[in-house]
T-cell receptor, first 113, second 110 residues
Framework: NAGVMQNPRHLVRRRGQEARLRCSPV?????VYWYRQLPEEGLKFMVY????????ESGMPKERFSAEFPKEGPSILRIQQVVRGDSAAYFC???????????FGPGTRLTVT | QKEVEQNSGPLSVPEGAIASLNCTYS??????FFWYRQYSGKSPELIMF????GDKEDGRFTAQLNKASQYVSLLIRDSQPSDSATYLC??????????FGTGTRLKVLA
């Protein structure tokens, strides 16, 4: 019973580079959520996706950030031209239905140097 | 602005005692409530969820919900040092968008 998988677990990027974060939901879950967590802060909602559709991206900055959840393959959160303020832990969660409990992956810790 | 408030702590309790963690929320339309445990450097782990007023027990954990007063609490009986972590309260205000509190840090002293 594989849970939510995320990779890479740690990612270091220089300012201006691109970061790609991957998330494979629990098998059978078609709802994926991305959250960002800064040290000593709570989790902030970024985007909610179902297969091939972005349902709500209101928590995601409009510039430089994008997300997708293709029919085949993992969900991807893409950050272009990273800046130091993007350094954070990014967590993916999945659920079997829209309002069900969400299960979190181990996270990707992004460090921008 | 929909908010979820938690005391940041740390809340220190001796081993074997009952730890009581509290959370208040602002949106009266909130429908489901979740408690997550997060160890330092790790991801949130779902402990309990509750949808109806009253108590819900699971092992050493009891979640309590009072919608009229807009609070939800988590009781941990027979606290163990391994329970030391940050506990996050999350509220679903009727959409998929969980709103998380900033968490309460619990320390169980051996």
């Amino acid at each position: 019973n594989a849970g939510v998988m995320q990779n890479p677990r740690h990612l270091v990027r220089r300012r201006g580079q691109e970061a790609r974060l991957r998330c494979s939901p629990v098998k059978g879950h078609s709802h994926v959520y991305w959250y960002r967590q800064l040290p000593e802060e709570g989790l902030k909602f970024m985007v909610y996706l179902q297969k091939e559709n972005i349902i709500d991206e209101s928590g995601m900055p409009k510039e430089r950030f994008s997300a997708e959840f293709p029919k085949e393959g993992p969900s991807i959160l893409r950050i272009q031209q990273v800046v130091r303020g993007d350094s954070a832990a990014y967590f993916c969660a999945s659920s079997p239905r829209r309002d069900d409990e969400q299960y979190f992956g181990p996270g990707t810790r992004l460090t921008v140097t | 602005q929909k908010e979820v408030e938690q005391n940041s702590g740390p809340l220190s309790v001796p081993e074997g005692a009952i730890a009581s963690l509290n959370c208040t929320y602002s949106d009266r339309g909130s429908q489901s409530f979740f408690w997550y445990r997060q160890y330092s450097g790790k991801s949130p782990e779902l402990i309990m969820f509750i949808y109806s007023n009253g108590d819900k027990e699971d092992g050493r954990f009891t979640a309590q919900l009072n919608k009229a007063s807009q609070y939800v609490s988590l009781l941990i009986r027979d606290s163990q040092p391994s329970d030391s972590a940050t506990y996050l309260c999350a509220v679903n205000p009727g959409t998929y968008k969980y709103i998380f509190g900033t968490g309460t840090r619990l320390k169980v002293l051996a």
